[in-house]
């Protein structure tokens, strides 16, 4: 209930973009253009087939979350959407992806390419542990190109202001990454993906090794970065999904079952499921 209550004042304080954007949802209009388009995916891990012919629209500079119990298949919905599904071995992937109109499972796309394009972030800090926090940075930009040193210095910089980390380091670059706190990491980690400049961020569960303080950090961040970037976040934490995601797709067993607006789907959802599932009666 007590999620109910955090999206009831959430709605609250935004009746007009809430109200509308049903209203034009219920039209079968998307509230903002469309940047990453699903149809029909399926993804297995050897003959275990988890997703279930998932189609669903991500609106371009939004904010879309990803619910559902432990094990419903949201890692692996967002690992699909920039091909890192496919590196476990044994695993598959059918139907499509498009990325502003193509299909990154077209034949002769490149991988490597596509997740430079769709960064992502993952559940605990990755930071590379033997390099420097400019290096962790820097290391996406030397891998594509041979940019100049002092424009590459520049998109470190500009990267770690993105990620509201520059303060915090700006004297202490060439310090191991390692010295940092987990929050800082965690923020390290998503200067690191947009110092290639992507179109898309995707987060797989961002906060769940942080304290409240650094979760709250990263919301302002990830709140803030949407102005620039298409992101989809995987969460756990319903007050987080109601505090910064736009829309929100509720998924149980490797299936889309709900997918609408935020406020829509904490206050006024339309599957049983769904309401079970927001109310804490399961997962
Ligand atoms: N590498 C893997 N090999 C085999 N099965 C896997 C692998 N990764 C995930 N799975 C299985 O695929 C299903 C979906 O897992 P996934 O990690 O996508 O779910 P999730 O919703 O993200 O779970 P959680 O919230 O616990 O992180 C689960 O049944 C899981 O056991």
Redesign the pocket.
């Known amino acids: 209930m007590e999620v109910l209550r955090v999206a009831e004042r959430d709605a609250a304080s935004t009746p007009a973009s809430a109200g509308e954007a049903n209203t034009r949802e219920r039209k079968g209009v998307m509230e903002s253009s469309i940047k990453l388009s699903v149809h029909g995916l399926s993804a297995w891990?050897?003959d275990?087939k988890?997703l279930h012919g998932v189609s669903l629209e991500v609106g371009a500079k939004a904010i879309t979350a990803i619910i559902?119990p432990?094990?419903?298949?949201?890692?692996?919905?967002i690992r699909c959407l920039n091909r890192m599904h496919e590196v476990?071995p044994g695993?598959r992937v059918e139907g499509s992806v498009y990325v502003d109109g193509a299909d990154i499972y077209a034949p002769g796309v490149d991988p490597v390419m596509v997740r430079r394009r769709i960064g992502m972030v993952f559940q605990r800090p990755t930071p590379f542990p033997t390099m420097s926090i400019f290096d962790n940075v820097a290391s996406g930009l030397r891998l594509g190109g041979r940019l100049p040193k002092p424009q590459i210095a520049e998109r470190v910089e500009q990267a770690l202001r993105a990620a509201a980390l520059w303060d915090e380091v700006k004297d202490r670059l060439n310090a191991p990454a390692t010295a940092l706190s987990g929050g800082q990491q965690q923020r390290l980690c998503i200067a690191r993906a947009l110092a290639v400049d992507p179109d898309v961020l995707l987060l797989d569960?961002p906060t769940s090794a942080l304290d409240p303080a650094a979760t709250a950090r990263i919301e302002d961040l990830v709140t803030e970065l949407k102005q620039r970037y298409t992101i989809v976040i995987?969460t756990?934490n319903m007050q987080q999904a109601a505090r910064v995601a736009d829309r929100t797709a509720f998924?149980l067993n490797?299936e889309l079952i709900e997918y609408g607006p935020t406020s829509a789907i904490f206050t006024r959802p339309r599957d049983k499921r769904t309401e079970d599932y927001i109310t804490g009666r399961f997962g």
């Open positions: 891990y050897g275990r988890v559902g432990s094990g419903c298949g949201k890692s692996t919905l476990v695993a569960e995987v756990h998924f490797g």
